[in-house]
């Protein structure tokens, strides 16, 4: 497949984050069960002994039933390998979007699974791309670039991007910039060092989004959610602990956080939009 580059969005961006699977061993009791407390229309089904994935989807249910599972007299408890469909292929989660959406025209899937790992990760569907589509080609702005250091949950540099704040909301963002220490500082304890990926908070058009790397995590408020925003934010967070890991990972540092005003204008044009995106 091809490769990702830090200027388009992946698999990992837009995918469901967790997979609903069942084993070999699974009856078709068990997937009529599992799709309907889910409501989904589909489920992966794993075969570990030979590290492969197959698939059922509502449409393979209904051509087993009309061609012969009415006829079982024990039809629930008919073997997955019955019904299922595949191996199907996985697609790693580092793989762009645009190549997704091509591989899922061509060999008419409704949905993919995605690896990390070698590990299923994820789900790419019809739907998930739907929203990535209205949420990509959505024009978003960034209006403050703050970094935080994880020991101590203190802001070590920050940026305001002055031309992007209107004077209507700018008292707005300094509100939201005023309060952020305790709430931004939960939300880390909570949610960022608890799953190790980015996560993002919506305060009315609001978008804070966040991206943990190495003791530290990069904020950036924005006017709306963006994917294209948030690729920037993770290209930004790991040049900024590039530039500063002797500091970070300074022995006493890292006991006691790092409590200095850190220099970030080389990082500020990363946000700037592109001339091919004008």
């Known amino acids: 497949m091809e490769e990702s580059n830090e200027n ?53 249910i209904i051509n087993f039933l009309n061609n012969r ?3 079982e007299h024990n039809l629930s408890d008919i073997s997955v390998k019955e019904i299922m469909k595949g191996p199907t292929i996985t697609l790693d989660i580092d793989t762009p979007i645009d190549t997704i959406i091509r591989f899922m025209i061509e060999h008419n899937f409704k949905r993919v ?19 990535w589509n209205n949420t990509y080609f959505k024009p978003a702005k960034p209006q403050i670039l703050l970094f935080m250091d994880d020991i101590n949950s203190t802001f ?3 940026h305001i991007y002055q031309e992007n704040i209107g004077d209507d909301v700018q008292q707005e963002l300094i509100d939201i910039y005023g309060g952020a220490i305790s709430s931004i500082s939960a939300i880390t ?20 989004l966040f991206e943990p790397y190495k003791g530290i995590t990069g904020i950036l408020i924005s006017d709306y959610n963006s994917i294209e925003l948030r690729r ?14 002797n500091l970070i990972d300074d022995k006493h540092k890292k006991e006691m956080g790092v409590n200095v005003n850190l220099d970030i204008n080389s990082l500020v044009p990363i946000f700037e939009k592109d001339k091919d995106e004008e």
Not at 35 to 51: G, Q, R, T, Y
Not at 233 to 243: N, P, V
């Open 8 to 60: 388009s969005a992946v698999a990992g961006d837009i995918m469901t984050p967790h997979v609903i699977m069942l084993d070999t061993n699974s009856t078709f009791k068990n997937v009529i069960e599992l799709l309907h407390k889910n409501d989904i229309s589909a489920v992966f089904i794993e075969a570990p002994s030979k590290d492969e994935y197959f698939i059922i989807t509502k449409t393979d």
């Open 69 to 71: 599972g009415m006829k």
């Open 113 to 131: 699974l995605i690896s990390k790992n070698n590990k299923p990760a994820g789900v790419v569907s019809t739907r998930d791309i739907m929203k």
């Open 156 to 158: 070590i540099a920050k």
């Open 189 to 208: 304890d909570e949610v960022i060092k608890s799953s190790g990926t980015m996560r993002q908070l919506l305060k009315e058009k609001r978008s804070i």
């Open 232 to 245: 920037k934010l993770k290209i930004a967070t790991e040049k900024f602990y590039e530039t500063y890991s």
